[in-house]
């Protein structure tokens, strides 16, 4: 069984390089967003299939923190990863108090990401 990811990201660039980061039979992307409204939006529609929510800190439409909150309020026992770049530690603490269970930070290599996955998971075993 794959554990299914929503990746959040403004940047393509981003969006593209999780995917490719995640590539192997473990994961699923089950679908993705470029901005924290349509991450609500896709969470509503696809929630029971996604296990984690890669979510990127800082977009320009619905930040990562009120996409978070929001996903949330929907699924308290929703995941959710924050992305975010070197030097974001106030964004990372609003991150933290609207629910994030975790955090990588940009850039990041690979085994990170799979890491921080596999962290959450466990923490619920």
């Known amino acids: 069984m794959s554990i299914g990811i929503l990746i959040v990201d403004d940047s393509s660039y981003m969006r593209s390089r999780l995917k490719s980061a ?22 509503k529609e696809h929630g029971d299939d996604i296990d ?15 996409a978070t909150a929001a996903i949330k309020h929907l699924d308290k026992d929703a995941r959710v990863i924050m992305c975010t770049s070197v030097g974001q530690r106030k964004k990372m603490e609003l991150a933290a108090r609207a629910g994030a269970d975790g955090y990588i930070t940009k850039p990041f290599d690979d085994d990170e990401i799979v890491r921080a996955i596999e962290s959450i998971l466990s923490d619920e075993s």
């Open 22 to 43: 995640l590539d192997d039979d473990t994961y699923e992307i089950v679908d993705e967003a470029q901005n924290g409204a349509w991450a609500v939006q896709k969470y």
């Open 52 to 66: 984690i929510v890669l979510m990127d800190i800082v977009m320009r439409k619905a930040n990562g923190v009120k």
